[in-house]
């Protein structure tokens, strides 16, 4: 199914918010995103890493900061909504490794293609256990994009479990298009479609250009 550019921009806005380096600080939610990209781009940036030679392990060492940074288990939940409660134990297992694995595929190829865009860190906002960090992505076109994380707190760590892009959830989006699936067909056809989605993203990156057609999310 063709998905609407706008649908196709929040989600290239999502996966380079997290990827840029930030001008300012503005409480411990920030800060913490602030570390994990740091990390990142460090290892996007080292030499040691460079090269389609090195890329498992480059990619091996991003996805292990990623992990740490995102909820993947309550982002899950919250894409697949109400179905979740049908699902046993093993499919949700391999759903999340599946939903996580399509994000983190997304993020890594945006992240790579780093060119020097500008994020402003405008400020906290934490309710006990919840928070949101503001942000504003400057982009090399001079437009500024509105961007809010949702974050938990466990343990020391403050989460990412929702992103929101000019006012549009992430999460509300992926539900969207799962529950239409789950509602017209099955679970069975789902995993087939996110696993086609991931095997067309690697298809792309190994054409070393990836087809705009294809930047749906399912």
């Known amino acids: 199914m063709k998905k609407p550019c706008k649908q196709r921009m929040m989600m290239n806005l999502f996966l380079l918010a997290l990827a840029l380096p930030a001008l300012a600080l503005a409480g411990d939610p920030t800060d913490q995103i602030r570390q994990t990209t740091e990390k990142i781009l460090a ?3 080292d030499p040691a890493l ?14 292990k900061m990623i992990d740490e940074r995102f909820d993947w288990a309550a982002m899950s939940r919250s894409a697949i909504g109400k179905n979740w409660r049908d699902l046993s134990e093993a499919q949700r297992t391999e759903f999340t490794g599946l939903f996580s694995e399509l994000i983190e595929k997304n993020y890594m190829s ?8 500008k994020i402003l860190y405008k ?10 960090a503001d942000v504003v992505i400057s982009t090399l076109k001079g437009a500024d994009i509105p961007v809010s994380y949702r974050v938990l707190k466990k343990d020391a760590g403050w989460l990412v479990y929702d992103v929101n892009i000019e ?5 509300n989006n992926y539900r969207s298009q799962i529950g239409a699936i789950l509602n017209s067909s099955s679970y069975d056809t789902l995993i087939v479609k996110i696993k086609a989605k991931i095997n067309a993203q690697a298809g792309e ?6 087809d705009k057609k294809q930047e749906g999310v399912l």
């Open 205 to 210: 990156k190994a054409r070393g250009a990836a």
């Open 43 to 45: 290892i996007v940036q």
């Open 110 to 117: 945006k992240i790579e293609s780093y060119s020097g865009e």
């Open 167 to 171: 006012g549009v959830s992430l999460v």
């Open 123 to 132: 400020g906290d906002k934490v309710d006990g256990a919840y928070g949101v």
């Open 50 to 63: 460079k090269g389609t030679d090195r890329e498992a392990e480059r990619q091996k060492q991003m996805r």
